[in-house]
Protein backbone atom coordinates (compact mmCIF):
# COMPACT_ATOMS: atom_id res chain seq x y z
CA UNK A 1 0.00 0.00 0.00
CA UNK A 2 1.14 3.68 -0.91
CA UNK A 3 0.21 7.09 0.76
CA UNK A 4 0.23 8.72 -2.20
CA UNK A 5 -2.75 6.08 -3.84
CA UNK A 6 -4.22 6.89 -0.27
CA UNK A 7 -5.08 10.35 -0.75
CA UNK A 8 -5.23 10.06 -4.74
CA UNK A 9 -8.67 7.64 -3.84
CA UNK A 10 -9.66 10.26 -1.37
CA UNK A 11 -8.97 13.64 -3.56
CA UNK A 12 -11.46 12.27 -6.14
CA UNK A 13 -14.39 11.58 -3.28
CA UNK A 14 -13.68 7.34 -3.47
CA UNK A 15 -14.65 5.90 0.25
CA UNK A 16 -11.60 4.49 1.99
CA UNK A 17 -11.15 0.72 3.46
CA UNK A 18 -10.79 0.32 7.22
CA UNK A 19 -7.47 -0.83 5.92
CA UNK A 20 -6.51 1.87 3.86
CA UNK A 21 -7.51 4.37 6.95
CA UNK A 22 -5.60 2.18 9.32
CA UNK A 23 -2.56 2.40 6.95
CA UNK A 24 -2.76 6.12 7.66
CA UNK A 25 -3.10 6.45 11.19
CA UNK A 26 -0.38 4.12 12.24
CA UNK A 27 1.99 5.60 9.58
CA UNK A 28 1.47 9.10 10.77
CA UNK A 29 1.84 7.51 14.45
CA UNK A 30 4.50 6.11 13.83
CA UNK A 31 6.59 8.75 11.65
CA UNK A 32 6.65 6.37 8.86
CA UNK A 33 4.46 8.89 6.46
CA UNK A 34 5.87 12.56 6.43
CA UNK A 35 3.76 15.90 7.90
CA UNK A 36 3.70 16.48 3.54
CA UNK A 37 1.34 13.90 2.83
CA UNK A 38 -0.53 13.74 5.85
CA UNK A 39 -1.44 17.32 5.21
CA UNK A 40 -2.34 16.02 1.66
CA UNK A 41 -4.61 13.86 3.17
CA UNK A 42 -6.28 16.28 5.81
CA UNK A 43 -7.15 18.27 3.07
CA UNK A 44 -8.41 16.28 0.48
CA UNK A 45 -11.07 14.66 3.02
CA UNK A 46 -11.37 18.79 4.23
CA UNK A 47 -12.79 18.88 0.51
CA UNK A 48 -14.53 15.31 -0.17
CA UNK A 49 -15.38 14.52 3.51
CA UNK A 50 -16.11 11.13 4.68
CA UNK A 51 -18.68 8.72 4.73
CA UNK A 52 -20.23 7.19 8.27
CA UNK A 53 -18.28 4.04 7.97
CA UNK A 54 -14.72 5.83 7.12
CA UNK A 55 -15.32 8.11 9.93
CA UNK A 56 -16.07 4.66 12.14
CA UNK A 57 -12.59 4.01 10.60
CA UNK A 58 -10.90 6.41 11.26
CA UNK A 59 -12.31 6.97 15.13
CA UNK A 60 -11.52 3.50 16.26
CA UNK A 61 -8.09 3.83 14.18
CA UNK A 62 -7.06 6.90 16.55
CA UNK A 63 -8.43 5.14 19.69
CA UNK A 64 -6.48 2.38 18.96
CA UNK A 65 -3.30 4.43 18.54
CA UNK A 66 -2.23 4.35 22.40
CA UNK A 67 -3.70 3.33 25.62
CA UNK A 68 -7.28 2.12 25.66
CA UNK A 69 -8.36 2.30 29.08
CA UNK A 70 -10.18 -0.84 31.04
CA UNK A 71 -13.06 -0.38 32.43
CA UNK A 72 -14.89 -3.71 32.38
CA UNK A 73 -14.07 -3.94 35.96
CA UNK A 74 -16.68 -1.46 36.85
CA UNK A 75 -20.11 -2.41 37.61
CA UNK A 76 -22.72 -1.12 35.20
CA UNK A 77 -23.25 0.60 31.47
CA UNK A 78 -20.01 3.77 31.95
CA UNK A 79 -22.12 6.54 30.37
CA UNK A 80 -19.59 9.58 29.39
CA UNK A 81 -20.51 13.15 29.10
CA UNK A 82 -18.70 15.16 26.60
CA UNK A 83 -19.13 19.21 26.26
CA UNK A 84 -17.82 20.99 23.04
CA UNK A 85 -17.25 23.94 25.04
CA UNK A 86 -18.21 27.41 25.58
CA UNK A 87 -18.63 30.00 28.53
CA UNK A 88 -19.46 29.14 32.71
CA UNK A 89 -20.06 25.20 31.31
CA UNK A 90 -20.17 23.76 34.96
CA UNK A 91 -22.22 20.95 33.65
CA UNK A 92 -19.81 17.93 34.63
CA UNK A 93 -19.45 19.13 38.03
CA UNK A 94 -23.39 18.77 38.77
CA UNK A 95 -23.93 15.61 36.66
CA UNK A 96 -21.44 13.70 37.89
CA UNK A 97 -22.77 13.46 41.32
CA UNK A 98 -26.45 13.82 40.36
CA UNK A 99 -26.16 10.38 37.57
CA UNK A 100 -23.80 9.00 39.79
CA UNK A 101 -26.54 9.01 42.89
CA UNK A 102 -29.08 7.61 40.61
CA UNK A 103 -26.90 4.77 39.92
CA UNK A 104 -25.49 5.11 36.46
CA UNK A 105 -21.51 4.81 37.24
CA UNK A 106 -19.60 7.68 36.33
CA UNK A 107 -15.59 7.11 35.23
CA UNK A 108 -14.65 10.27 34.59
CA UNK A 109 -11.42 11.48 32.71
CA UNK A 110 -10.91 15.35 32.49
CA UNK A 111 -8.41 17.59 30.97
CA UNK A 112 -7.25 21.45 31.96
CA UNK A 113 -8.92 24.35 29.87
CA UNK A 114 -7.36 26.68 27.38
CA UNK A 115 -9.07 29.81 26.78
CA UNK A 116 -11.80 31.33 28.76
CA UNK A 117 -11.32 29.59 31.83
CA UNK A 118 -10.07 26.69 33.28
CA UNK A 119 -11.05 23.06 32.64
CA UNK A 120 -13.26 20.31 34.92
CA UNK A 121 -9.88 19.12 36.63
CA UNK A 122 -9.04 23.09 36.97
CA UNK A 123 -12.15 23.68 38.58
CA UNK A 124 -12.05 20.41 40.75
CA UNK A 125 -8.61 21.79 42.27
CA UNK A 126 -10.28 25.41 43.34
CA UNK A 127 -11.16 22.89 46.39
CA UNK A 128 -8.83 22.13 48.97
CA UNK A 129 -6.89 19.39 48.67
CA UNK A 130 -8.66 18.09 46.12
CA UNK A 131 -6.11 15.68 43.83
CA UNK A 132 -6.75 14.24 40.26
CA UNK A 133 -3.43 11.97 40.61
CA UNK A 134 -4.79 8.13 41.51
CA UNK A 135 -4.02 4.88 39.90
CA UNK A 136 -5.96 3.11 37.68
CA UNK A 137 -6.58 0.50 40.18
CA UNK A 138 -8.04 3.26 42.80
CA UNK A 139 -9.64 4.48 39.98
CA UNK A 140 -11.71 1.54 39.08
CA UNK A 141 -12.55 0.64 43.07
CA UNK A 142 -14.08 4.42 43.54
CA UNK A 143 -16.24 4.20 41.10
CA UNK A 144 -17.41 0.91 42.18
CA UNK A 145 -17.74 2.12 45.86
CA UNK A 146 -19.16 5.63 44.84
CA UNK A 147 -20.21 5.59 41.82
CA UNK A 148 -17.67 8.35 41.42
CA UNK A 149 -14.27 9.34 40.14
CA UNK A 150 -12.39 11.92 38.14
CA UNK A 151 -9.09 11.49 36.68
CA UNK A 152 -6.48 13.51 34.30
CA UNK A 153 -6.42 12.01 30.93
CA UNK A 154 -3.74 9.12 30.38
CA UNK A 155 -0.21 10.51 28.24
CA UNK A 156 -1.10 8.25 25.79
CA UNK A 157 -4.38 8.18 24.95
CA UNK A 158 -5.16 8.90 21.15
CA UNK A 159 -1.60 10.08 20.09
CA UNK A 160 -2.52 10.00 16.76
CA UNK A 161 -5.18 12.45 17.43
CA UNK A 162 -2.60 14.73 18.98
CA UNK A 163 -0.40 14.75 15.92
CA UNK A 164 -3.10 15.08 13.36
CA UNK A 165 -4.99 17.74 15.31
CA UNK A 166 -1.46 20.09 15.74
CA UNK A 167 -1.08 19.74 12.10
CA UNK A 168 -4.80 20.52 11.13
CA UNK A 169 -4.05 23.44 13.25
CA UNK A 170 -1.35 24.66 10.98
CA UNK A 171 -3.46 23.43 7.44
CA UNK A 172 -6.65 25.56 7.98
CA UNK A 173 -8.23 21.94 8.43
CA UNK A 174 -9.47 22.16 12.34
CA UNK A 175 -13.21 22.87 10.81
CA UNK A 176 -13.70 19.71 8.88
CA UNK A 177 -16.64 18.07 10.60
CA UNK A 178 -15.68 14.54 9.58
CA UNK A 179 -11.55 15.38 11.61
CA UNK A 180 -13.53 16.94 14.55
CA UNK A 181 -16.41 14.30 15.01
CA UNK A 182 -13.39 11.43 14.78
CA UNK A 183 -11.20 13.36 17.09
CA UNK A 184 -13.70 14.07 19.55
CA UNK A 185 -15.47 10.24 19.62
CA UNK A 186 -11.79 8.90 19.80
CA UNK A 187 -11.08 9.94 23.05
CA UNK A 188 -14.36 8.71 24.48
CA UNK A 189 -13.77 5.60 23.13
CA UNK A 190 -10.35 5.33 24.07
CA UNK A 191 -11.49 6.34 27.62
CA UNK A 192 -13.56 3.34 28.09
CA UNK A 193 -17.21 4.28 27.58
CA UNK A 194 -19.44 2.42 26.95
CA UNK A 195 -22.06 5.11 25.83
CA UNK A 196 -21.99 8.75 24.86
CA UNK A 197 -23.89 12.25 25.60
CA UNK A 198 -22.60 15.03 23.66
CA UNK A 199 -23.76 18.05 24.40
CA UNK A 200 -23.02 20.10 21.29
CA UNK A 201 -22.57 23.91 21.87
CA UNK A 202 -23.68 26.24 18.90
CA UNK A 203 -23.89 30.61 19.55
CA UNK A 204 -21.09 33.46 19.70
CA UNK A 205 -20.01 31.29 22.23
CA UNK A 206 -19.39 28.09 20.30
CA UNK A 207 -17.13 26.44 18.09
CA UNK A 208 -19.90 25.92 15.69
CA UNK A 209 -21.97 29.54 15.57
CA UNK A 210 -25.45 28.34 14.05
CA UNK A 211 -28.39 25.31 14.93
CA UNK A 212 -27.54 24.03 11.78
CA UNK A 213 -23.88 23.66 11.68
CA UNK A 214 -24.05 22.16 15.40
CA UNK A 215 -26.64 19.87 13.58
CA UNK A 216 -24.14 18.36 11.14
CA UNK A 217 -21.73 17.85 13.50
CA UNK A 218 -24.20 16.11 15.99
CA UNK A 219 -25.23 13.92 12.98
CA UNK A 220 -21.30 12.76 12.14
CA UNK A 221 -20.80 12.19 15.77
CA UNK A 222 -23.80 9.87 16.75
CA UNK A 223 -23.27 8.28 13.00
CA UNK A 224 -19.74 7.34 14.77
CA UNK A 225 -20.90 6.05 17.42
CA UNK A 226 -23.82 3.62 15.97
CA UNK A 227 -20.95 2.94 13.36
CA UNK A 228 -18.78 1.58 16.18
CA UNK A 229 -21.16 -0.14 18.75
CA UNK A 230 -21.78 2.75 21.08
CA UNK A 231 -25.26 3.84 21.82
CA UNK A 232 -24.47 7.77 21.48
CA UNK A 233 -26.69 10.56 22.22
CA UNK A 234 -26.65 14.48 21.07
CA UNK A 235 -28.33 17.55 22.53
CA UNK A 236 -27.95 20.57 20.51
CA UNK A 237 -27.73 23.62 23.52
CA UNK A 238 -27.41 27.19 23.09
CA UNK A 239 -24.38 28.89 23.90
CA UNK A 240 -25.51 32.39 22.73
CA UNK A 241 -24.78 33.97 26.67
CA UNK A 242 -22.71 32.45 29.11
CA UNK A 243 -23.85 29.42 31.06
CA UNK A 244 -25.31 30.01 34.25
CA UNK A 245 -23.53 33.45 35.86
CA UNK A 246 -20.36 31.94 36.96
CA UNK A 247 -17.76 32.35 34.83
CA UNK A 248 -14.04 31.49 36.85
CA UNK A 249 -13.23 28.60 38.41
CA UNK A 250 -13.96 28.80 42.69
CA UNK A 251 -17.05 30.48 41.14
CA UNK A 252 -18.35 27.82 39.26
CA UNK A 253 -17.95 25.19 41.65
CA UNK A 254 -19.61 27.68 44.07
CA UNK A 255 -22.66 27.80 41.46
CA UNK A 256 -22.74 24.01 40.86
CA UNK A 257 -23.23 23.25 44.41
CA UNK A 258 -25.74 26.14 44.42
CA UNK A 259 -28.24 24.04 41.78
CA UNK A 260 -27.07 20.38 43.67
CA UNK A 261 -29.39 21.85 46.00
CA UNK A 262 -31.91 22.86 43.83
CA UNK A 263 -31.03 26.56 44.17
CA UNK A 264 -28.72 26.97 40.78
CA UNK A 265 -29.37 28.99 37.54
CA UNK A 266 -32.55 27.97 35.49
CA UNK A 267 -30.63 27.35 31.99
CA UNK A 268 -27.81 25.52 34.02
CA UNK A 269 -30.12 23.39 36.24
CA UNK A 270 -32.67 22.81 33.06
CA UNK A 271 -29.36 21.65 30.43
CA UNK A 272 -28.26 19.51 33.42
CA UNK A 273 -31.28 17.87 33.54
CA UNK A 274 -31.92 17.15 29.97
CA UNK A 275 -27.97 15.90 29.49
CA UNK A 276 -28.69 13.82 33.07
CA UNK A 277 -31.62 11.93 31.88
CA UNK A 278 -30.45 11.19 28.41
CA UNK A 279 -27.51 10.03 30.86
CA UNK A 280 -29.90 7.77 32.85
CA UNK A 281 -31.62 6.38 29.78
CA UNK A 282 -27.84 5.17 27.91
CA UNK A 283 -27.25 3.82 30.97
CA UNK A 284 -30.14 1.48 31.58
CA UNK A 285 -31.41 3.56 34.51
CA UNK A 286 -34.80 4.77 32.86
CA UNK A 287 -36.74 3.94 30.15
CA UNK A 288 -37.77 7.51 29.11
CA UNK A 289 -37.49 11.00 29.44
CA UNK A 290 -39.82 11.51 32.48
CA UNK A 291 -38.84 8.71 34.15
CA UNK A 292 -35.38 9.88 34.41
CA UNK A 293 -36.31 13.70 34.78
CA UNK A 294 -38.58 12.47 38.15
CA UNK A 295 -35.15 10.44 39.57
CA UNK A 296 -32.85 13.27 38.68
CA UNK A 297 -35.16 15.58 40.50
CA UNK A 298 -35.47 13.55 43.59
CA UNK A 299 -31.90 12.92 44.78
CA UNK A 300 -31.33 16.99 44.39
CA UNK A 301 -34.55 17.25 46.82
CA UNK A 302 -33.37 14.49 48.87
CA UNK A 303 -30.13 15.37 49.37
CA UNK A 304 -28.36 12.54 48.00
CA UNK A 305 -27.03 14.20 45.10
CA UNK A 306 -24.94 16.84 47.10
CA UNK A 307 -24.11 14.08 49.80
CA UNK A 308 -21.96 12.03 47.31
CA UNK A 309 -20.38 15.20 45.84
CA UNK A 310 -19.16 15.53 49.45
CA UNK A 311 -17.89 11.94 49.40
CA UNK A 312 -16.74 12.16 46.41
CA UNK A 313 -14.60 14.84 47.45
CA UNK A 314 -13.12 13.52 50.64
CA UNK A 315 -12.54 10.13 48.74
CA UNK A 316 -9.66 12.38 46.11
CA UNK A 317 -8.41 14.57 49.17
CA UNK A 318 -10.58 17.31 49.44
CA UNK A 319 -12.79 19.28 51.76
CA UNK A 320 -16.16 17.58 51.74
CA UNK A 321 -17.40 20.47 53.81
CA UNK A 322 -17.09 22.60 50.92
CA UNK A 323 -19.84 20.84 49.21
CA UNK A 324 -22.24 22.19 52.21
CA UNK A 325 -20.17 25.70 52.96
CA UNK A 326 -19.17 26.90 49.74
CA UNK A 327 -17.93 30.25 51.32
CA UNK A 328 -14.65 28.15 52.49
CA UNK A 329 -13.43 28.19 48.20
CA UNK A 330 -10.96 30.38 47.30
CA UNK A 331 -12.02 34.14 47.23
CA UNK A 332 -10.64 37.47 45.47
CA UNK A 333 -9.51 40.14 47.42
CA UNK A 334 -11.59 42.77 45.27
CA UNK A 335 -14.79 42.74 44.36
CA UNK A 336 -16.19 45.23 41.85
CA UNK A 337 -19.46 45.81 40.43
CA UNK A 338 -20.32 46.36 36.72
CA UNK A 339 -23.17 48.81 36.38
CA UNK A 340 -25.35 49.21 33.37
CA UNK A 341 -24.86 53.00 31.37
CA UNK A 342 -28.71 52.58 29.57
CA UNK A 343 -32.18 51.41 30.22
CA UNK A 344 -34.43 48.40 28.46
CA UNK A 345 -33.98 44.76 28.17
CA UNK A 346 -30.81 43.22 27.84
CA UNK A 347 -30.68 41.96 23.58
CA UNK A 348 -27.23 40.12 23.50
CA UNK A 349 -24.08 39.05 25.60
CA UNK A 350 -21.54 38.16 23.27
CA UNK A 351 -20.60 35.29 25.10
CA UNK A 352 -17.09 34.71 23.63
CA UNK A 353 -15.66 38.14 24.64
CA UNK A 354 -17.40 37.82 28.02
CA UNK A 355 -15.08 34.89 28.31
CA UNK A 356 -11.99 36.10 27.08
CA UNK A 357 -12.46 39.22 30.07
CA UNK A 358 -12.65 36.64 32.42
CA UNK A 359 -9.14 35.12 31.38
CA UNK A 360 -7.61 38.45 31.45
CA UNK A 361 -8.20 38.51 35.40
CA UNK A 362 -6.50 34.95 35.22
CA UNK A 363 -9.49 32.91 35.16
CA UNK A 364 -8.38 30.99 32.27
CA UNK A 365 -5.26 30.34 29.60
CA UNK A 366 -3.76 31.85 27.16
CA UNK A 367 -1.18 29.43 26.64
CA UNK A 368 -0.69 25.85 28.23
CA UNK A 369 2.54 27.61 30.29
CA UNK A 370 0.12 30.29 31.70
CA UNK A 371 -0.97 29.60 35.70
CA UNK A 372 -4.94 30.16 36.54
CA UNK A 373 -5.92 32.15 39.28
CA UNK A 374 -8.73 29.76 40.83
CA UNK A 375 -10.48 32.82 42.66
CA UNK A 376 -10.52 35.42 40.19
CA UNK A 377 -13.94 35.59 37.06
CA UNK A 378 -16.83 37.52 36.86
CA UNK A 379 -20.64 36.67 38.08
CA UNK A 380 -23.12 37.93 35.43
CA UNK A 381 -26.45 39.26 37.11
CA UNK A 382 -28.80 39.62 34.08
CA UNK A 383 -28.96 37.34 31.19
CA UNK A 384 -30.89 38.47 28.15
CA UNK A 385 -34.73 39.05 27.99
CA UNK A 386 -33.75 40.54 31.52
CA UNK A 387 -34.99 44.15 32.32
CA UNK A 388 -31.98 46.51 33.11
CA UNK A 389 -32.66 50.06 34.86
CA UNK A 390 -29.58 52.41 34.08
CA UNK A 391 -27.33 52.71 37.02
CA UNK A 392 -28.03 48.87 38.07
CA UNK A 393 -25.51 46.01 38.09
CA UNK A 394 -25.25 43.92 35.33
CA UNK A 395 -21.89 42.18 36.04
CA UNK A 396 -19.61 41.67 39.21
CA UNK A 397 -15.51 41.11 38.90
CA UNK A 398 -13.91 39.34 40.99
CA UNK A 399 -10.25 40.03 40.99
CA UNK A 400 -7.06 39.61 42.57
CA UNK A 401 -5.52 42.43 40.83
CA UNK A 402 -6.40 46.67 40.31
CA UNK A 403 -5.96 46.24 36.81
CA UNK A 404 -9.82 45.29 36.21
CA UNK A 405 -10.65 48.42 33.77
CA UNK A 406 -10.00 46.37 30.68
CA UNK A 407 -12.62 44.21 31.91
CA UNK A 408 -14.85 45.98 33.01
CA UNK A 409 -14.74 48.69 29.39
CA UNK A 410 -15.57 44.43 27.90
CA UNK A 411 -18.46 44.06 29.74
CA UNK A 412 -20.09 47.52 29.26
CA UNK A 413 -19.51 46.65 25.24
CA UNK A 414 -20.37 43.53 24.96
CA UNK A 415 -23.53 43.21 26.99
CA UNK A 416 -25.71 44.93 25.00
CA UNK A 417 -29.02 46.56 25.85
CA UNK A 418 -32.00 47.32 23.78
CA UNK A 419 -35.37 49.53 24.59
CA UNK A 420 -37.50 47.14 23.13
CA UNK A 421 -38.21 43.29 25.16
CA UNK A 422 -36.17 40.53 24.15
CA UNK A 423 -37.41 37.34 23.66
CA UNK A 424 -35.08 34.57 25.42
CA UNK A 425 -33.24 32.25 23.67
CA UNK A 426 -34.14 28.56 23.06
CA UNK A 427 -31.76 26.43 25.35
CA UNK A 428 -32.10 23.23 23.32
CA UNK A 429 -32.15 23.06 19.96
CA UNK A 430 -32.60 19.61 19.01
CA UNK A 431 -31.63 15.82 20.29
CA UNK A 432 -30.43 13.23 18.20
CA UNK A 433 -30.48 9.58 19.30
CA UNK A 434 -29.58 6.73 17.19
CA UNK A 435 -29.25 2.64 18.50
CA UNK A 436 -25.70 1.59 17.88
CA UNK A 437 -24.98 -1.11 15.25
Same mark, same amino acid.
Given at each position: ??????????????????????????????????????????????????????????????????????? @????????????????????????????????????????????? #????????????????????????????? =???????????????? *?????????????????? $???????????????????????????????????????????????????????? $?????????????????? *????? #????????????????????????????????????????????? @???????????????????????? =? =????? $?????????????? *?????????????????????????? =??????? *??????????????????????? #???????????????????????????? $??????
Amino acid at each position: MRMVDVIQKKRDGDTLSEAEIRYFVNGYTDGSIQDYQASAFLMATYFSGMEPEEQGALTMAMADSGDRIDL @SAIEGIKVDKHSTGGVGDTTTLILAPLVAACGVPVAKMSGRGLGH #TGGTLDKLEAIDGFHVEITEKEFVRQVND =LKIAVIGQSGNLTPAD *KKLYALRDVTATVDSIPL $IASSIMSKKIAAGADAIVLDVKTGDGAFMKTPEDAEVLAEAMVDIGSEVGRHTIAV $ISDMSQPLGYAIGNALEV *KEAIE #TLKGQGPDDLTELCLVLGSKMLIAGGKAKDTKEARQQLQRVIDDG @SALELFAKFLEAQGGNPEIARNPE =L =LPKAS $IVREVKSTSTGYIS *KMEADEIGVAAMLLGAGRATKEDEID =LAVGIVL *KKKIGDAVQAGETIAVIHANSEQ #TQQTEKMLVQHIHVSRHPQKRPELIYKV $IDRIAK
